[in-house]
């Protein structure tokens, strides 16, 4: 592979939309969503900007294969302009090695690289990582997650499922009634969402973004059509909402909240079930549900039962690899001394997350 000191990552906007996420999908295996143009876009109003390049990749045969991926760029105080590469997938170590030879021919006004990948643990990418000068680095995404195998039939599907699962979403169904259904992204649903999850947050005292990002999110992914509402009732009364993203063949459960009443009615089991059946039916073969503890502290965790809920759905938990930064120039030594600093008094300040 070559690189020059032109090469540079193109600004989003330069790039067609569907274009982007076509190249995407077919050169990132299990592409995620923050890879997307519609993610770029929930970002325009944030300090972030989309930026977009295509890496070239050795393959065994001696070919080559094209990589698009889609970094954002922002200001970090006293460092400069840093990038940012989020969960980006279709990472081998021939990959990390190529991407490093053209971050490293890139304009020196970053001075480094965060990335995170949407990959499994793999010691071989680990090494490929620290042999190419990456350092590792805190995560901006959760390192441990549940992902839903929904290939095969549904009884198939559901066979992965642990036995509680299935009980609960059956009783659910049978003995308490409770109905779940796919509904428009309208403004009285947005503001039952925003409701269950200011619900949520006062019970568990978990840190939550603002409204506002939210919304932004829900907005875009309502016009492009790759985001859903769910609601669960019972008796007449919303119960528990879901926010869905979807691309390509993967979906994830990104947004959720819930009211503290009727805990056995078991609604948030029967809700899963209907969006797998819904998003199995629309062709999707994996559904990731997003952040759980450390599978070896969960029973420690603020949040251990959200563990034992999403735990139910697969076999054994997912483990994704660590995030990497790396060095562009002499001014990341500050960024790497002061930098956790830096993000800790801008969350304090504004109350919402650096990254």
């Known amino acids: 592979m070559s690189t020059t000191a032109a090469a540079e990552p193109r600004p989003a906007k330069a790039t067609d939309a569907a274009a982007w996420d076509a190249q995407v999908l077919e050169g990132q295996s299990r592409a995620h969503y923050m890879q997307s143009d519609a993610w770029a876009r929930t970002r325009e109003e944030s300090p972030w900007r989309a930026l977009r390049d295509v890496v070239p990749v050795p393959t065994a045969d001696g070919g080559e294969r094209q990589l698009p991926i889609q970094l954002f760029e922002r200001t970090a105080p006293l460092a400069g302009r840093i990038l940012f590469l989020p969960r980006v997938s279709g990472i081998t170590p021939e990959a990390v090695d190529a991407i490093t030879a053209r971050a490293k021919a890139y304009p020196k006004r970053w001075f480094g690289l965060k990335m995170e990948t949407f990959e499994t643990e793999d ?84 840190y939550f973004r603002h409204p506002e990002y939210f919304q932004r999110i829900w907005d875009v992914y309502k016009t492009v059509g790759q985001g859903h509402f769910y609601v669960a009732h019972y008796e007449g009364e919303v119960q528990s909402m879901a926010f869905v993203i979807r691309f390509g063949d993967t979906a994830w459960y990104k947004d959720a909240g819930s009211i503290r009443e009727n805990a056995k009615i078991f609604a948030p089991y029967l809700m899963q079930w209907e969006i797998m059946q819904d998003l199995h039916a629309d062709g999707v073969t994996l559904y990731e ?43 990341y030594a500050l960024w790497q001394k002061a930098g956790r600093w830096l993000r800790a008094v801008y969350t304090r300040r504004t109350g919402d997350a650096w990254f």
């Open 123 to 206: 010691p071989a990418l680990i090494a490929a990582f620290e042999r190419n000068g990456w350092v590792r680095a805190a995560s901006s995404q959760y390192q441990h997650a549940v992902a839903v195998d929904l290939t095969g039939t549904l009884d198939e599907v559901a066979a992965r499922f642990k036995k509680r699962a299935r009980n609960s979403y059956r009783a659910a169904e049978n003995k308490f009634g409770v109905t779940v259904t796919k509904v428009e992204m309208t403004a009285e649903n947005e503001a039952e969402m925003h409701r269950l999850i200011g619900e949520t947050k006062e019970r568990s005292g978990g």
């Open 289 to 331: 549900l997003a952040n759980i503890p450390d599978p070896a502290e969960w029973e420690t965790s603020d949040i251990r039962g959200l563990y034992t809920f999403k735990t139910a759905w697969a076999p054994e938990p997912v483990r994704y690899m660590p995030t990497f930064e790396l060095p562009l120039s002499g001014r």
